[in-house]
């Protein structure tokens, strides 16, 4: 019996019109475009502007996009994982919110919350609905307004973020094509070096909360390059090595573009 395999048979992205500079940086926290260069290879990023908008308006160009280019109506559609880490808000479910806004009415979907590990989760998770049959169009979309969550008197973070939004469409494949295998893998014992402590039940939003800042994205920088550099290196030979493949035989890595010296690492 031919194997089924998920698919991507459709991309597509989309970013707000507005750029966040180096130089514009320099006149809101103590940095130059220099010391973000060498550091980041971080030249701008993207930052939606405007009242009233939220991570789910990013998505419905990225997702309206998609559609059209796969020639599909939303309409067949049966299940959005919407991986982000600034959900709309804590329910109802982005996810939702988006099927509602491109009309996808017969998806059923979630959000699925992990941080720079999202997409990928994502993408796996909703693997698996189309090779156990269950599903045929399965839309992942990763899709994060961290300029709402940045704290823009902290230079450690201010300057990695921006906003975008991407999404892929799954397909079934008996060909052979398609997602071919992952490894998965996540660390607890890592949540204080990167983490939005407020707005969850061990603390809720409060003055106090507010006050001490707890609403905004944290991140001990070093330890979590030296973790992520590790890692990502490590897990990228264990799946060459399981599916009988060398370095030769890749022609993309890519990786999670955090900045460009992890990349580099």
């Avoid at 022609?251 to 999670?256: C, K, M, R, T």
């Amino acid at each position: 019996m031919t194997k089924i395999r998920a698919a991507i048979t459709a991309v597509n992205g989309y970013v707000p019109d507005y750029v966040l500079t180096n130089q514009e940086l320099e006149t809101m926290v103590d940095t130059n475009d220099e010391w973000i260069t060498s550091r980041t290879g971080i030249k701008e990023r993207r930052i939606l502007k405007g009242e009233g908008l939220a991570t789910s308006d990013l998505a419905v160009p990225a997702v309206k996009g998609l559609l059209e280019k796969r020639g599909i109506s939303a309409e067949e559609i049966e299940l959005i994982i919407f991986c982000t880490s600034t959900p709309d808000m804590l329910f109802p479910a982005t996810a939702n919110i988006l099927a509602d806004k491109v009309g996808a009415k017969n998806a059923w979907g979630y959000d699925l919350q992990a941080a720079c590990s999202g997409f990928i989760f994502g993408l796996s998770t909703g693997a698996q609905f189309i090779e156990s049959g269950k599903h045929k169009k399965v839309l992942v979309v990763g899709g994060d307004v961290m300029s709402k969550v940045v704290n823009y008197k902290d230079r450690t973070t201010c300057i990695l973020f921006g906003d975008g939004c991407g999404c892929a469409l799954l397909e079934p494949d008996e060909g052979g094509l398609g997602i071919q295998d992952s490894i998965l893998k996540s660390d607890g014992a890592g949540r204080n070096f990167l983490k939005i402590p407020g707005g969850g039940s061990l603390h809720p939003a409060s003055h106090e909360t507010i006050d001490s800042a707890l609403h905004y994205a944290y991140q001990e920088g070093q330890t979590v390059f030296k973790f992520a550099v590790t890692n990502m290196a490590n897990v990228a030979a264990e799946i060459m090595e399981r599916n009988h493949l060398t370095a030769d035989d890749i022609a993309w890595l890519v990786p999670h573009q955090a900045n460009k010296r992890i990349i580099d690492a």
